[in-house]
């Protein structure tokens, strides 16, 4: 079974970088033909797509959020990570890494529990 487990701080500052860390089990984040992805919600709001990584270390961003985000990988920890710069307060938001496949089937789905991000003074 797949399991993903979000990892990193709960608080940042403004301006600051947030980085978290997704850490993969149960599958491989370089298995065909997956998508490893970044996922939000802020309080009150519906989900938002941040971006993901690929399983040939190809990333794509939110539009939106493409200017100050960046996803890697660590292949021999089967590790994904977010980085988002400059944030604000209206980063604040749950984050959920998250596995996706290429045809979107449902059983490919699996999300890790989330992690509360916020961003304050």
């Known amino acids: 079974q797949v399991q993903l487990q979000e990892s990193g701080p709960g608080l940042v500052k403004p301006s600051q970088t947030l980085s978290l860390t997704c850490t993969v089990s149960?599958?491989?984040?370089?298995?065909?033909?997956?998508?490893w992805n970044w996922i939000r919600q802020p309080p009150g709001k519906g989900l938002e797509w941040v971006g993901a990584?690929?399983?040939?270390?190809?990333?794509n961003y939110s539009p939106s959020l493409e200017s100050r985000t960046s996803i890697s990988r660590d292949t021999s920890k089967n590790q994904f990570t977010l980085h988002l710069s400059s944030v604000t307060p209206e980063d604040t938001a749950v984050y959920y890494c998250a596995r996706d496949g290429s045809n979107h089937w449902p059983g490919d789905k699996y999300w890790g529990q989330g992690t509360q991000v916020a961003v304050s003074s």
């Open positions: 990584i690929t399983y040939t270390g190809n990333t």
């Open positions: 149960g599958g491989s984040i370089t298995a065909n033909p997956f998508y």
